[in-house]
């Protein structure tokens, strides 16, 4: 028999971390943190961490990552499974994450000794994607790509007599990256053997979007629309974006959608594409291409201090700009939206989850004083909505599965509307909640 414990993640959006007990092992899947107020982190129980057999990320964004030292600061001494461009991408998160806590007038529950403290292990340097790896006895593990960023995985565990899967974040609709489709594989000898469950006991699936079942192609015909709208009447386009994932795919799709458009793109995107050179084995063989010429392109202009941004936005040509961070809470997407906050026709075009209190979401709502300019929020599809879901049921069959990182009301919708078509078995959870598989 093996325990869910859901410390976040279920039922909301943010501060994902499942803690997966069975009889001799007990493990951790994520630990993120919630952007609320200072930050909401998981309900740990800390008597709980020094014994966990293995922690596993399954990629860098901080709704999966940024608690992980706290790990360390109760007493785990452990490694953390993950990809090596997760792990390469986690230090930028950090300091975000520590300026945003500060921000807000909070402090960080850890010190620097606990962020250093973390120890990896690469899933890719000890086996490849969709084949088993024994951790120990009665653990073994599965990964594939996922879609939703560079380094993103989903996992399946062999653990104990029992088959689970973590879909992570997940996307197989991305521009630029691969994904390895999670299908139905057991470990060889727990195949054969009669005794073991032969279907997945507890699948924990993204579906970040809920009820949404819009594709990539209808959202970016739509965004196409939008923003030719806007530089046909003569407005500059904002796209706040995180400093690595639909920030590239997005600036690569601008790049071949308006091929005479001037983009301006600020240099953390710009070297975010030009570390996806470095790790082609996450995209697409067509990505590929399309990022060397991207490099090459001469519509990019990437400001070097603030006197370029203001000439760049001084010039009569209409400009399509790429800052970070997505929730604008960074002094320099501040700084863009005050300035495109002169003029009507200018547009920030929010792509991406704005949670509470946040400077996108105030936007949103024109609760600030930047509210000049039009503020829309047109999604670029990372994760999983109601057909991608399905989709993913049909793919592993699981006895029991949990629909995770969307409202609870939202993911009760979800299991009516499933539960029409036939799907039994699917859950939705708080954080606290126990749950027996
Ligand atoms: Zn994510
Ligand atoms: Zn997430």
């Given at each position: 028999?093996?325990?869910?414990?859901?410390?976040?993640?279920?039922?909301?959006?943010?501060?994902?971390?499942?803690?997966?007990?069975?009889?001799?092992?007990?493990?951790?899947?994520?630990?993120?943190?919630?952007?609320?107020?200072?930050?909401?982190?998981?309900?740990?129980?800390?008597?709980?961490?020094?014994?966990?057999?293995?922690?596993?990320?399954?990629?860098?964004?901080?709704?999966?990552?940024?608690?992980?030292?706290?790990?360390?600061?109760?007493?785990?001494?452990?490694?953390?499974?993950?990809?090596?461009?997760?792990?390469?991408?986690?230090?930028?998160?950090?300091?975000?994450?520590?300026?945003?806590?500060?921000?807000?007038?909070?402090?960080?529950?850890?010190?620097?000794?606990?962020?250093?403290?973390?120890?990896?292990?690469?899933?890719?340097?000890?086996?490849?994607?969709?084949?088993?790896?024994?951790?120990?006895?009665?653990?073994?593990?599965?990964?594939?790509?996922?879609?939703?960023?560079?380094?993103?995985?989903?996992?399946?565990?062999?653990?104990?007599?029992?088959?689970?899967?973590?879909?992570?974040?997940?996307?197989?609709?991305?521009?630029?990256?691969?994904?390895?489709?999670?299908?139905?594989?057991?470990?060889?000898?727990?195949?054969?053997?009669?005794?073991?469950?032969?279907?997945?006991?507890?699948?924990?699936?993204?579906?970040?979007?809920?009820?949404?079942?819009?594709?990539?192609?209808?959202?970016?015909?739509?965004?196409?629309?939008?923003?030719?709208?806007?530089?046909?009447?003569?407005?500059?386009?904002?796209?706040?974006?995180?400093?690595?994932?639909?920030?590239?795919?997005?600036?690569?799709?601008?790049?071949?959608?308006?091929?005479?458009?001037?983009?301006?793109?600020?240099?953390?995107?710009?070297?975010?594409?030009?570390?996806?050179?470095?790790?082609?084995?996450?995209?697409?063989?067509?990505?590929?291409?399309?990022?060397?010429?991207?490099?090459?392109?001469?519509?990019?202009?990437?400001?070097?201090?603030?006197?370029?941004?203001?000439?760049?936005?001084?010039?009569?040509?209409?400009?399509?700009?790429?800052?970070?961070?997505?929730?604008?809470?960074?002094?320099?997407?501040?700084?863009?939206?005050?300035?495109?906050?002169?003029?009507?026709?200018?547009?920030?075009?929010?792509?991406?989850?704005?949670?509470?209190?946040?400077?996108?979401?105030?936007?949103?709502?024109?609760?600030?004083?930047?509210?000049?300019?039009?503020?829309?929020?047109?999604?670029?599809k990372i994760h999983q909505g109601l057909h991608d879901v399905r989709q993913m049921m049909n793919e592993v069959p699981s006895c029991k599965t949990v629909l995770v990182h969307a409202p609870k009301s939202e993911t009760d919708r979800v299991i009516a509307n499933l539960a029409l078509d036939g799907y039994e078995g699917v859950y939705s959870l708080e954080p606290g909640a126990v749950f027996r598989i």
């Amino acid at each position: 028999m093996i325990n869910l414990n859901v410390w976040g993640g279920a039922g909301e959006h943010g501060r994902s971390c499942y803690v997966l007990t069975g009889e001799k092992h007990q493990i951790m899947l994520d630990c993120g943190i919630k952007k609320e107020g200072t930050g909401q982190y998981p309900l740990f129980d800390p008597n709980i961490i020094p014994g966990l057999t293995a922690v596993f990320l399954s990629h860098a964004h901080e709704d999966h990552s940024m608690a992980l030292p706290l790990l360390y600061k109760h007493g785990y001494s452990g490694e953390i499974w993950t990809t090596k461009p997760t792990a390469s991408q986690l230090s930028l998160y950090f300091s975000n994450w520590k300026r945003y806590v500060a921000s807000k007038g909070g402090d960080l529950p850890y010190d620097e000794i606990h962020i250093s403290a973390m120890r990896f292990r690469f899933l890719e340097d000890e086996i490849k994607a969709g084949d088993w790896l024994e951790l120990e006895k009665g653990l073994q593990i599965q990964w594939g790509r996922s879609g939703h960023m560079i380094g993103s995985v989903w996992m399946k565990f062999q653990m104990e007599d029992r088959h689970l899967f973590f879909s992570g974040d997940f996307s197989r609709e991305s521009l630029l990256l691969d994904i390895d489709p999670p299908r139905e594989t057991l470990p060889v000898e727990i195949a054969e053997n009669g005794r073991h469950r032969r279907k997945t006991s507890l699948s924990i699936i993204d579906n970040a979007y809920g009820m949404n079942g819009e594709s990539q192609d209808q959202k970016l015909i739509l965004l196409r629309e939008f923003v030719l709208n806007v530089l046909g009447r003569g407005g500059h386009v904002l796209l706040p974006v995180p400093a690595f994932g639909r920030g590239q795919e997005l600036l690569i799709w601008a790049l071949r959608v308006f091929p005479e458009q001037k983009i301006l793109a600020e240099q953390e995107i710009w070297d975010g594409l030009l570390q996806m050179t470095a790790w082609q084995d996450w995209l697409r063989p067509k990505a590929i291409r399309q990022i060397a010429s991207a490099l090459h392109s001469s519509q990019v202009y990437v400001p070097g201090n603030e006197e370029d941004r203001r000439s760049l936005l001084r010039e009569k040509e209409a400009l399509i700009i790429f800052t970070t961070d997505g929730m604008m809470e960074s002094p320099r997407a501040r700084w863009y939206a005050r300035r495109l906050a002169e003029s009507r026709n200018h547009a920030i075009i929010v792509t991406g989850h704005a949670s509470e209190g946040t400077y996108a979401q105030r936007l949103l709502k024109g609760e600030t004083e930047d509210s000049g300019s039009e503020v829309v929020q047109m999604g670029f599809k990372i994760h999983q909505g109601l057909h991608d879901v399905r989709q993913m049921m049909n793919e592993v069959p699981s006895c029991k599965t949990v629909l995770v990182h969307a409202p609870k009301s939202e993911t009760d919708r979800v299991i009516a509307n499933l539960a029409l078509d036939g799907y039994e078995g699917v859950y939705s959870l708080e954080p606290g909640a126990v749950f027996r598989i």
